[in-house]
């Protein structure tokens, strides 16, 4: 039975090889222009069947003519990567932010993977900034080459960073006509189109300037020490606190964290940078049990570069906000009965999964087919979160502000809607990347173009806060508008947060003196 199982692991790995092998190979390969044209009909029809809220910022007679205008362009072979360059601007244009083709770029084998992990990223140890076709670097915090925060990158391998820009601009999908996100979004992916385009590296140049002063850097991906190794193997291990402050090792820190802003807890700050799911009742559970149980009379909740996640950790959030009985999201509307049965229930499965799925789909088909109804003439797809709900008994009954940004997106920006709509909090900061009233997601149809190969994952479901629409086609806007500059964050200083901070104190002393007279 043993000599069986390592036969089959053996064979699994050579086929792995194989298949990589094979993919990164099929990467450098032309597609005549009559395949590729198949390819972006292909794409068109499935969004077409599949997405429920394809023509809410686009018409149809426009969106027509885009797909049959970049077919027009497609006069020569092109390789999967240029293929993708010249359709996915179409895909932004319809302007739903969850839905992108997947950029193709090379896969590395586990040994590849493996020798990665001991090296550190070259260009991931930093952080940046973009603002219009300019990229700084904002954040060092292993000092590399002693540069200082605040330097812009001219080039990179002597191609200007402005070119790069421009084209990975065109890339990215909003919600509607938002302006606020694609600055936070492409700082934060510009390095894996650039890594998609180029491979990865093990050194690079930048050309830079700071002050009017122009400096050349070589940057190289340094092997990790003995230390830092074994730092990385302790933050692995998953303690009861890493879990329910939902730790990622990657970046050393927190997704959730709470704390008292004052010595008498009467400010309360949750922090959460993502929605996973992961623990999180428990975290909210003893986080507002803390906040009853010291009396706080104000809350703020911290919601910036949260791009979203899980539906299920916002309605178990609203709990705590809401002291009165509420719907999150409105029904949600789905394509066609069979809809929820698109999600490719057997994909990525190996042949011990595809087995294992195999017995288990009777009860999948049952549970997704009687999980759709139709009302109106429409049909739509039962989310609990669409159920009225009450408040948790710790539900908090103070004053809300929430913190918002450019890169509160998807799931942060239905929670946030939610409770401007309510006027359960005062929201600061700037506009949300995620519309006010809704977006495409819930779960996916994982789509491969036949002859490209490139993947197109599709949301299914249209989810919407149950709110009177603003019909901005915009994002959540704050009531107290302020933009957090490059030098603010240099500088470590927080005007939104401060802001806060000055109007909670204002309300105090104004409470002290009426209670003097």
Not at 163 to 191: A, H, Q
Not at 283 to 301: M, P, S, V
Not at 486 to 492: A, C, G, K, P, V
Request: aromatic content about 14%.
């Amino acid at each position: 039975m043993q000599k069986n199982y390592f036969f089959l692991l053996i064979l699994l790995l050579i086929t792995a090889c194989g298949s990589i092998r094979k993919y990164n190979e099929r990467q450098n390969i032309c597609i005549p222009p009559e395949k590729l044209k198949e390819d972006v009909d292909f794409t068109y029809a499935k969004i077409k069947e599949m997405h429920p809220g394809l023509y809410m910022y686009i018409s149809k007679d426009e969106l027509d003519r885009k797909f049959d205008s970049v077919k027009n362009t497609i006069n020569t072979p092109l390789t999967p990567l240029q293929f993708y360059f010249k359709l996915q601007p179409v895909i932004s244009d319809i302007r739903e932010g969850h839905l992108s083709l997947r950029i193709p770029s090379k896969r590395i084998t586990k040994r590849e993977i493996k020798d990665l992990e001991n090296k550190k990223g070259m260009f991931s140890r930093f952080e940046y900034y973009i603002k219009d076709d300019r990229l700084f670097i904002i954040g060092n915090k292993d000092s590399i080459e002693k540069i200082k925060p605040g330097i812009e990158i001219l080039t990179i391998d002597k191609t200007p960073v402005s070119y790069y820009i421009k084209k990975y601009r065109r890339l990215i999908s909003t919600d509607g006509f938002n302006t606020t996100f694609k600055p936070y979004f492409l700082k934060d992916l510009f390095f894996n189109y650039y890594v998609a385009e180029k491979g990865y590296q093990n050194n690079a140049t930048i050309e830079t300037v700071f002050n009017g002063e122009k400096k050349t850097y070589r940057l190289t991906r340094e092997s990790k020490s003995e230390d830092d190794l074994k730092k990385e193997k302790e933050n692995k291990k998953r303690t009861e606190d890493k879990k329910i402050n939902d730790y990622v090792a990657f970046s050393d820190s927190y997704n959730r964290n709470f704390k008292f802003l004052d010595q008498d807890s009467t400010i309360a700050y949750i922090k959460v940078k993502s929605f996973s799911g992961d623990y999180s009742a428990k975290f909210y559970k003893n986080t507002f049990e803390q906040i009853k149980k010291a009396g706080a009379a104000y809350l703020i909740l911290d919601v910036r570069n949260n791009y979203g996640g899980s539906l299920e950790e916002i309605h178990k959030l609203y709990s705590y906000l809401s002291p009165e009985p509420y719907v999150l999201i409105k029904p949600s509307q789905v394509n066609s009965a069979t809809t929820p049965l698109k999600t490719n229930y057997f994909r990525k499965s190996n042949a011990l999964q595809y087995t294992f799925k195999t017995l288990t789909y009777p009860a999948f088909f049952f549970a997704q087919t009687f999980s759709t109804y139709k009302k109106d003439g429409k049909f739509y797809y039962k989310i609990k979160a669409d159920k009225p709900s009450k408040p948790d008994k710790n539900a908090f009954n103070g004053r809300i502000f929430v913190l918002i940004n450019g890169s509160s997106f998807s799931a942060s920006s239905i929670l946030t809607a939610k409770l401007k709509n309510d006027k359960r909090a005062v929201l600061v900061g700037e506009e949300t990347g995620g519309a006010n009233d809704g977006t495409v997601a819930g779960f996916y149809s994982y789509q491969v173009l036949p002859n490209s190969k490139i993947d197109l994952p599709i949301g299914l479901v249209l989810v919407q806060p149950d709110i009177s629409f603003t019909q901005t086609q915009k994002g959540v806007v704050p009531d107290i508008p302020i933009k957090e500059t490059m030098d603010d964050i240099i500088h470590n200083r927080d005007p939104q947060l401060e802001w806060i901070m000055s109007d909670i104190k204002n309300e105090k002393a104004k409470a002290e003196k009426y209670l003097m007279k």
